[in-house]
């Protein structure tokens, strides 16, 4: 076996097959997508080469960069809520009766698909017969708001489910992190006198610090990119108020027809997602990570 | 990012797929070239009507179909079916790629125009001078009219009336409005004992460009809107910012559901058909859940009417125009290989579509069709008997407009009523968006 692994030319063919996939359909798709946004093309007929306007056009949009400020609020609301999930991760880490349940119950969310989620929020928010307002009537609020109607609420609105799907996903990653902490650790301290909360700030942020990178750029790179929900529920609407950049994306691409402009709109969202995982390397990089033994 | 993987994926896949078939039907072609005449030739039919969702249409595109190949023993038709949005994405990748169907569904005016432009559709003038002269009702194929040819043949058509719930109309003692002053009144009536007036999903923003057609068709007049769209007037003259502000109006008074803005059109006719909403404007593809559809409750269906939009005082329009326009159409794609067979399959389907549509699926057809002889629901010929009297058609102007237009005017739509938008604004946003004309 190690005389076939080290063989280059062995290595060469047993990478070859998923390299090729991915080249096809990953980044050739990429390069294309640049090169469409150097065009006017209406995504039937010729295309005209129009360099650089697109871009420039893009620069200038106030609904795109307004999109961008509503993904990048989901990115900082994703970031916060992740300091929660840890939280109930170390909770459902210790040895707790009922753990296990718990850890199923928030996984749930998880394994529904996103149209699924979307349908059930709809019916949640919906503004007459929805749970939502049938219980802020019943707790005596008069004349409670129409959620996804509203432009000032519709974003917050949908943040709590896009959050809420995600939930079980994260803590499901801490608690594996967690878990592999060695308890013995956790034992010295206690016997050195250490409070919970000390073990929790001292030992184990330490320890789960690179799992915890990791979810930060999952987290911030997903919630740049995210459409599903938003597609459904508000299709960006009202006035694009939910506006985002993959739904403006895909809004002008299969909506207007305009696949140049549109194609433009991706490019710079991958630009932007890799500038933001640049970036959070960078500002969470340490010399020495910390290790178990 | 990974969703636009996934859609250039998909692309990926399609057009592989388009490759294959395009290929075999070239195996196939000469294959039939080595033949003599009359030998065998296969239609490849792509349409839009899948059996769980449009069960009745596709009985009868199969019936027919069916009925096709008896008479042509020759001839095979190959059917692929695809639901709505999908038909739409992949028509437009078979195109970029040069292989659409022999004969295919479209849309009217602005869907078709960028495939007209490309030279993909072939004229189908000559069969409308053959067997279907003068059998088609009259405005439905002018809107596929482009640069004086025809490219494709209509076969359903559509107007909006206002249905309304009949039974809470007696119980706070209401009559179907005949002028705007007592449509208002209805509102006011509605509004004041708690009931919402009106269904609205604004959420797919077509929904409410009807209301705004309505009423600008109401105070300005068919040909002013029509101009408008077609950028020979602006949208500033002062009968057109009249309609606007009307529709902020009927926002104030409260006369469309809570929420409007963020609720779907189906949502929205939850509320017309479980009662909570009083009227709902929608086209007369609805009209099976009215009259036919077991799954409704009977009483509800019973109950419904519906009413002409009433005209303005003072304003140019008559209550007597609709807005409306074509469903889809068949073409024919150019560069098909089997061209003539195509067109004749056309011929004969639009042909025998329009009575079985009638009865099996309920939709009104693009061809005139003696009612007196079927058994139909009373809501159906009574609307049917209107669109005969029609004086004019203001066709949906998401239909009219150019792709980028549009969806400039949708999203106006939405801001109009949302109240984010003020008529000034409104009027220069489309001005802008029409002259651009793409």
Known sequence: MDKVMSNKKMIALYVLPSLLLILAVVYIPIVLTGYYGLNEWNGIGSMKFVGLDNYQRLLKDSVFWDSAKHSLLLAVFSLISLIVYLAIAMVLAAKLRGANLFRKIYLIPMLLSSVAIAQLWLKIYHPTSGIMNTLLESLGVDNPPAWLAEPSLVLFALFIPILWQYAGFYILIYYAALKNIPTSLEEAAKIDGATSIQIAYKIKLPLVMEVLKVTVVLAVVGSLKYFDLIYVMTNGGPNGASEVMASYMYRTAFKSYDFGYGSAIGFALLIICLVATWVIRKLTETKDTIQYS | ?438
């Open chain 2, 1 to 438: 990012m990974f969703k636009k993987w996934t859609v250039l994926l998909l692309t990926l896949c399609l057009v592989l797929v388009a490759a294959g078939c395009g290929s075999k039907n070239e195996n196939e072609e000469n294959n039939g070239g080595a033949a003599e005449a009359g030998a065998k030739v296969t239609v490849n039919f792509m349409h839009l009507w899948p059996e769980g969702v449009s069960a009745g249409q596709n009985k009868i595109v199969n019936q027919i179909i069916n009925e096709y190949q008896k008479e042509h023993t020759n001839v095979t038709i190959k059917q692929e079916v695809l639901d709505n949005e999908q038909y739409k994405n992949k028509l437009k990748v078979l195109s970029a790629s040069n292989q659409l169907p022999d004969v295919g569904v479209t849309w009217a005016a602005g869907f078709l125009q960028p495939y007209v432009d490309g030279k993909l559709f072939a004229p189908v003038d000559d069969l409308l001078g053959g067997e279907l002269k003068d059998k088609f009702v009259a405005g439905t194929t002018e809107a596929y009219n482009i640069g004086g040819s025809t490219y494709a043949l209509p076969l359903e058509f559509n107007i909006a009336p206002v249905y309304y719930n009949k039974a809470i109309f007696e119980k706070y003692n209401l009559k179907a409005p005949t002028t705007y002053a007592e449509f208002q009144n209805v509102v006011k009536t509605l509004v004041d004992n708690g009931v919402a007036p009106i269904a609205l999903g604004n959420k797919d923003r077509w929904t409410g460009s009807l209301w705004y057609m309505y009423l600008a068709e109401r105070f300005a007049g068919q040909e002013t809107v029509a101009k408008a769209i077609k950028g020979e007037e602006s949208f500033k003259n002062a009968d057109l910012t009249k309609a606007a502000t009307e529709v902020q109006k009927l926002v104030d008074d409260k006369a469309f559901v809570k929420g409007f803005n963020g609720l779907s059109n189906e949502e929205a006719k939850s509320e017309f058909l479980n009662g909570n909403a009083a009227m709902y404007l929608m086209g007369t593809w609805e009209l099976p859940n009215f009259t036919t559809n077991e799954d409704i409750p009977k009483e509800f269906r019973d109950s419904v009417g519906f009413f002409k939009f009433p005209a303005v005082d003072g304003g140019k329009g008559n209550a007597n125009s609709w807005v409306g326009g074509p469903g889809v159409g068949l073409f024919v794609s150019e560069n098909s290989k089997v061209k003539d067979e195509a067109k004749k399959f056309v011929e004969y389907f639009v042909s025998k579509w329009g009575e079985q549509s009638v009865t099996g699926a309920g939709v009104i057809p693009a061809t005139k069709v003696d009612t007196s002889k079927l058994q139909l629901p009373q809501l159906y010929i009574d609307l049917f008997n209107e669109m005969n009297q029609a004086s004019s058609i203001t066709l949906f102007a998401d239909v009219q407009m150019k792709a980028n237009a549009a969806e400039t005017h949708l999203n106006m739509i939405q801001a109009l009523f949302g109240k984010a938008a003020t008529p000034e604004k409104f009027a220069d946003e489309h001005d802008a968006a029409i002259k651009k004309g793409s």
